[in-house]
């Protein structure tokens, strides 16, 4: 069976364009880290590069002096690929019988299934960081308060005294690969429980008053240098802080601690989930086989090679925080 199941290559493109079109809302951290695209025939690990800063002690020249050369050294972080994917089984009677599109709309419902799949696993490797700061409190137990700007300059300062430079390029918002420049700015993630929190910070601007700046999809606004972007899947550790008191809480007891990631340039590393190669859809249409010898069962399904890993830990930031019920 050719690998795309029933379908040409040509048109197993077409369907990867839709599936991932139907994902790219989801793709949040996509727009934000050292983005690779899969190669074809790849192996199992993927290299990350960085180039390390230079020696900036002042030196002074000899007249007529040649200085000493300085050398070039590099940081590689590999990360190991690990396959994802899903199905959809769909009946001939359904395929038979139903007025929609079905596979077809498999195929979409599958991107949409893919992207945020892929997203949180990104989210979970981003969120284990090491660079953590508590909105209270010196342990994630203690935390049972809501973000407040204090918090917010905390981890900016740690960002810019470790010469993490603002995000100006971000991957674009379609099924193709590619960087787009952007105005710049620290990037803020969190969960929509914390909108009304984020609101209330002493300088908040929506996105919708930007004037020329463009705002991101699922862009709430800045404050001062961070531009803070919502998602269900930036989902908080439950029950995890101090007594709720006023904050949001799953079992009513102790508050749920909501992460809240500050990112800059290059902090992380994943695989694209867009280009040729970023994901594999299949059609299998209903037909008769040893399996299901009457052809009644007919399967949609997608598979990727991905990772995600962080680059550097002063580059990333997250603050814990409780939300204000």
């Known amino acids: 069976m050719p690998v795309y199941g029933d379908i040409s290559p040509r048109t197993a493109a077409f369907a990867a364009k839709e599936l991932l079109k139907r994902g790219i809302p989801y793709l949040i951290l996509e727009k934000f880290g050292q983005s690779k695209p899969l190669p074809e025939n790849s192996s199992k690990t993927m290299k990350f590069r960085r180039y390390n800063a230079l020696d900036s002690t002042p030196t002074a020249l000899g007249e007529g002096v040649t200085p000493a050369s300085q050398a070039l050294t590099i940081t590689d972080v590999t990360a190991t690929l690990t396959q994802y994917g899903s199905r959809i089984m769909v009946s001939d009677v359904i395929i038979d019988t139903h007025e929609d599109p079905v596979l077809m709309e498999s195929v979409g419902l599958l991107g949409e299934q893919a992207a945020q799949m892929i997203e949180k696993m990104r989210f979970g490797v981003l969120k284990a960081g090491t660079n953590v700061l508590y909105n209270n409190g010196a342990l994630r137990t203690d935390v049972n308060t809501a973000l407040t700007l204090a918090t917010q300059r905390k981890a900016t300062r740690t960002l810019k005294r470790q010469n993490a430079r603002p995000i100006t390029t971000i991957i674009k918002s379609t099924s193709a690969w590619g960087t787009e420049t952007v105005s710049p700015g620290y990037i803020g993630l969190a969960h929509p429980d914390m909108e009304s929190d984020i609101r209330s910070l002493v300088g908040f601007v929506p996105a919708e008053k930007y004037g020329s700046m463009t705002p991101f999809e699922n862009e709430l606004g ?18 995890a802080g101090a007594a709720k008191g006023a904050t949001l809480s799953t079992t009513g007891v102790n508050s749920d601690v909501y992460p809240v990631l500050y990112i800059a340039a290059n902090a992380y590393g994943i695989v694209a989930l867009k280009g040729m190669f970023a994901v594999t859809p299949m059609v299998v249409n209903p037909k008769p086989s040893d399996s299901d010898p009457m052809g009644q069962r007919g399967h949609a399904a997608w598979k990727a090679m991905q990772t995600a890993v962080i680059l550097n830990d002063f580059w990333l930031a997250r603050a814990e925080c409780a939300a204000t019920a």
């Open 222 to 239: 800045k404050v001062e240098d961070v531009r803070y972007l919502t998602s269900t899947i930036f989902e908080p550790f439950a029950n």
